[in-house]
Protein backbone atom coordinates (compact mmCIF):
# COMPACT_ATOMS: atom_id res chain seq x y z
CA UNK A 1 0.00 0.00 0.00
CA UNK A 2 1.09 3.48 -0.92
CA UNK A 3 0.91 6.30 1.00
CA UNK A 4 -0.41 9.63 -1.22
CA UNK A 5 1.02 12.65 0.19
CA UNK A 6 -2.14 14.34 -0.24
CA UNK A 7 -3.41 12.33 2.24
CA UNK A 8 -1.20 13.02 5.60
CA UNK A 9 -2.92 16.04 7.37
CA UNK A 10 -1.72 18.77 7.24
CA UNK A 11 0.11 20.46 10.31
CA UNK A 12 -1.15 23.76 10.24
CA UNK A 13 1.00 25.88 11.31
CA UNK A 14 1.73 29.68 9.40
CA UNK A 15 5.20 31.12 9.08
CA UNK A 16 3.77 34.19 11.50
CA UNK A 17 3.29 31.84 14.70
CA UNK A 18 6.72 29.66 13.76
CA UNK A 19 8.09 33.30 13.91
CA UNK A 20 6.27 34.31 17.22
CA UNK A 21 7.54 30.77 19.09
CA UNK A 22 11.05 31.37 17.97
CA UNK A 23 10.64 34.90 19.47
CA UNK A 24 9.21 34.02 22.88
CA UNK A 25 11.96 31.17 23.25
CA UNK A 26 14.81 33.70 22.48
CA UNK A 27 13.12 35.93 25.03
CA UNK A 28 13.25 33.41 27.63
CA UNK A 29 16.71 32.86 27.67
CA UNK A 30 17.48 36.63 27.15
CA UNK A 31 15.61 36.81 30.77
CA UNK A 32 17.49 33.62 31.95
CA UNK A 33 21.13 34.57 30.87
CA UNK A 34 21.26 38.37 30.84
CA UNK A 35 21.76 38.32 34.60
CA UNK A 36 24.48 35.80 34.85
CA UNK A 37 26.48 37.78 31.64
CA UNK A 38 26.29 41.30 33.78
CA UNK A 39 28.41 41.28 36.66
CA UNK A 40 26.91 42.72 39.92
CA UNK A 41 27.17 46.68 41.09
CA UNK A 42 29.49 47.53 43.36
CA UNK A 43 27.88 47.73 47.04
CA UNK A 44 28.16 50.96 48.45
CA UNK A 45 31.07 51.33 51.25
CA UNK A 46 28.71 51.08 54.86
CA UNK A 47 31.29 53.12 56.59
CA UNK A 48 30.18 55.86 54.26
CA UNK A 49 26.66 56.25 54.75
CA UNK A 50 26.03 58.85 57.20
CA UNK A 51 26.87 61.08 54.04
CA UNK A 52 24.02 59.99 52.00
CA UNK A 53 21.36 60.62 54.83
CA UNK A 54 22.70 63.53 57.02
CA UNK A 55 26.06 64.97 57.39
CA UNK A 56 27.69 64.73 60.97
CA UNK A 57 27.06 68.45 61.24
CA UNK A 58 23.34 68.10 61.20
CA UNK A 59 23.50 65.55 63.91
CA UNK A 60 25.35 67.80 66.19
CA UNK A 61 23.07 70.42 65.40
CA UNK A 62 20.32 68.59 66.74
CA UNK A 63 22.45 67.99 69.92
CA UNK A 64 22.88 71.40 70.28
CA UNK A 65 18.88 72.38 69.58
CA UNK A 66 18.23 70.22 72.41
CA UNK A 67 20.56 71.58 75.09
CA UNK A 68 19.09 75.37 73.47
CA UNK A 69 15.37 73.98 74.35
CA UNK A 70 16.71 72.79 77.48
CA UNK A 71 18.38 76.16 78.89
CA UNK A 72 15.73 78.08 77.91
CA UNK A 73 13.03 75.94 79.71
CA UNK A 74 11.38 74.54 76.93
CA UNK A 75 12.22 70.98 77.67
CA UNK A 76 12.46 69.45 81.07
CA UNK A 77 15.14 67.38 82.19
CA UNK A 78 13.75 63.99 81.54
CA UNK A 79 12.35 65.18 78.16
CA UNK A 80 15.86 66.54 76.98
CA UNK A 81 17.55 63.11 78.29
CA UNK A 82 14.45 61.31 76.14
CA UNK A 83 15.27 63.48 73.30
CA UNK A 84 18.98 62.52 73.60
CA UNK A 85 18.20 59.16 73.60
CA UNK A 86 15.97 59.18 70.71
CA UNK A 87 18.62 61.19 68.80
CA UNK A 88 21.52 58.72 69.28
CA UNK A 89 19.12 55.58 68.43
CA UNK A 90 17.88 57.47 65.28
CA UNK A 91 21.90 58.17 63.92
CA UNK A 92 22.93 54.98 64.77
CA UNK A 93 19.59 53.25 63.37
CA UNK A 94 20.11 55.14 60.03
CA UNK A 95 23.79 54.28 60.21
CA UNK A 96 24.03 50.47 60.82
CA UNK A 97 20.63 50.25 59.02
CA UNK A 98 18.79 48.84 61.51
CA UNK A 99 15.70 49.59 63.83
CA UNK A 100 17.43 50.42 67.53
CA UNK A 101 14.55 52.82 68.26
CA UNK A 102 12.33 50.38 70.97
CA UNK A 103 15.78 48.37 72.30
CA UNK A 104 16.12 47.91 75.64
CA UNK A 105 19.73 47.43 77.28
CA UNK A 106 19.37 43.71 77.69
CA UNK A 107 18.26 44.08 73.37
CA UNK A 108 21.44 45.96 72.60
CA UNK A 109 23.51 43.29 74.68
CA UNK A 110 22.90 40.73 72.30
CA UNK A 111 22.10 41.71 68.57
CA UNK A 112 24.67 40.83 66.19
CA UNK A 113 25.98 43.40 64.06
CA UNK A 114 29.06 43.21 61.46
CA UNK A 115 30.77 46.30 63.13
CA UNK A 116 31.23 45.56 66.93
CA UNK A 117 33.62 48.59 68.11
CA UNK A 118 30.65 51.26 67.03
CA UNK A 119 28.25 49.40 67.77
CA UNK A 120 29.83 49.03 71.42
CA UNK A 121 30.31 52.97 71.25
CA UNK A 122 26.09 53.19 70.99
CA UNK A 123 25.50 50.71 73.67
CA UNK A 124 27.59 52.72 76.07
CA UNK A 125 26.04 56.09 75.38
CA UNK A 126 22.41 54.68 75.58
CA UNK A 127 24.01 53.23 79.12
CA UNK A 128 24.84 56.10 80.11
CA UNK A 129 21.98 58.09 79.06
CA UNK A 130 19.71 55.27 80.93
CA UNK A 131 20.14 56.25 84.74
CA UNK A 132 19.59 60.16 84.16
CA UNK A 133 16.57 59.32 81.79
CA UNK A 134 15.00 57.07 84.16
CA UNK A 135 16.39 56.69 87.66
CA UNK A 136 15.33 58.45 90.88
CA UNK A 137 18.29 61.32 91.01
CA UNK A 138 17.89 60.40 94.69
CA UNK A 139 18.80 57.01 95.13
CA UNK A 140 21.02 56.56 91.97
CA UNK A 141 24.57 58.24 92.10
CA UNK A 142 24.69 58.09 88.40
CA UNK A 143 21.69 59.77 87.95
CA UNK A 144 22.51 62.10 90.47
CA UNK A 145 25.49 63.12 89.09
CA UNK A 146 24.51 63.42 85.51
CA UNK A 147 23.86 66.80 83.81
CA UNK A 148 21.69 67.40 80.40
CA UNK A 149 25.14 69.28 79.44
CA UNK A 150 27.35 65.90 80.02
CA UNK A 151 24.41 63.57 78.40
CA UNK A 152 24.37 66.00 75.26
CA UNK A 153 28.37 65.56 75.59
CA UNK A 154 28.42 61.64 75.52
CA UNK A 155 25.73 61.63 72.32
CA UNK A 156 28.09 63.99 70.29
CA UNK A 157 31.00 62.15 71.24
CA UNK A 158 28.84 58.95 69.49
CA UNK A 159 28.35 60.97 66.47
CA UNK A 160 32.27 62.59 66.26
CA UNK A 161 33.76 59.20 67.15
CA UNK A 162 31.53 57.06 64.57
CA UNK A 163 33.66 57.05 61.67
CA UNK A 164 36.93 57.46 63.35
Known amino acids: MKIDANAV ?3 GYSPALMALGII ?3 LTIAVIALPLLIPPKAKKDA ?7 KD ?4 VEKVEEIKREYSQGELGEADAYASLSRLAREFVSEEMDLNLYSKTLRDLEWSPVSNRKRYEL ?3 TISALYPPE ?3 AESDRAADEATVESAA ?8 RWNS
Do not use: T
Open 9 to 11: PSL
Open 153 to 160: NWVEDLIS
Open 122 to 124: FRQ
Open 47 to 53: SGRHSEK
Open 24 to 26: ALL
Open 56 to 59: ASEW
Open 134 to 136: YAN
